[in-house]
């Protein structure tokens, strides 16, 4: 089945603890995203990347990191998480940017306390 | 720029009534694609469907419907015969080859009662 999947789906940590966040697709996709939902924010685009090694900052990306070592793989990673950070997260795939439907992870719910 | 706008922010109705969703898009780009998505209350965002702008054929796919006019910038989507499982919020979002990201409305939320 054609699938991004994400991990883990709910985590609850502390400020400053470092966390990871993976990213999973199976459909050989060129284009990765990561964005952020919050109340009243809507959908925010955090990284991008175009393929593997290449990646992008999008309209919110202080605080994160991300990596592209292989195509199917897409991490987001808080260095030092802070309780703004609290949000939804959501990975998506597409064949390329700007081309295709960009397909969405079941998101991540992280809060930071 | 590219803009979404879902001016309408909750919609009600009964089970089995028709809902139609509005959504106004501004760009500059003359290849662009627009999608809908649904986001149901358990969180996840699902494709439901995508049109690209050099193609204003409208459809119909079960009971979704869109109605997309270049001429206003508009993409309307339509829920035939509602039913409660359609209860989301749904979201319209645009895509363009230079900005290369998607551009999220704000969302419409649907609630559908029995």
């Known amino acids: 089945e054609a699938q991004v999947t994400q991990n883990p789906r709910y985590l609850i940590t502390v400020t400053g603890k470092k966390l990871t966040v993976t990213c999973s697709q199976n459909?050989?996709?060129?284009?990765m995203s990561w964005y952020r939902q919050d109340p009243g924010l809507g959908l925010r685009q955090i990284y991008y990347?175009?393929?593997?090694?290449?990646?992008d900052k999008g309209d919110v990306p202080e605080g994160y990191k991300v990596s592209r070592k292989e195509k199917r793989n897409f991490p987001l990673i808080l260095e030092s998480p802070s309780p703004n950070q609290t949000s939804l997260y959501f990975c998506?795939?597409?064949?390329?940017?700007?081309?295709?439907?960009?397909?969405f992870g079941p998101g991540t719910r992280l809060l930071v306390l | 720029a590219q803009k979404v706008t879902q001016a309408q922010t909750e919609i009600s109705v009964v089970e089995k009534e028709d809902v139609t969703l509005d959504c106004v898009y501004e760009?500059?780009?003359?290849?662009?694609?627009l999608f809908w998505y649904k986001q149901p209350p358990s969180g996840e965002l699902v494709f439901l469907i995508r049109?690209?702008?050099?193609?204003?054929q409208n459809e119909i796919s079960g009971r979704y419907s869109w109605n997309f006019q270049k001429s206003t910038s508009s993409f309307n989507f339509t829920i035939t015969a509602s039913q409660v499982v359609d209860s989301a919020v749904y979201f319209c979002?645009?895509?363009?080859?230079?900005?290369?990201?998607?551009?999220f409305g704000a969302g419409t939320q649907v609630v559908v009662t029995p």
């Open positions: 990347s175009m393929n593997v090694e290449v990646t």
């Open positions: 760009t500059r780009d003359t290849t662009y694609y």
């Open positions: 979002a645009l895509l363009t080859d230079s900005w290369g990201k998607l551009q």
């Open positions: 459909m050989n996709h060129e284009y």
């Open positions: 998506a795939s597409s064949l390329g940017q700007g081309q295709g439907t960009q397909y």
């Open positions: 049109r690209n702008s050099f193609d204003e």
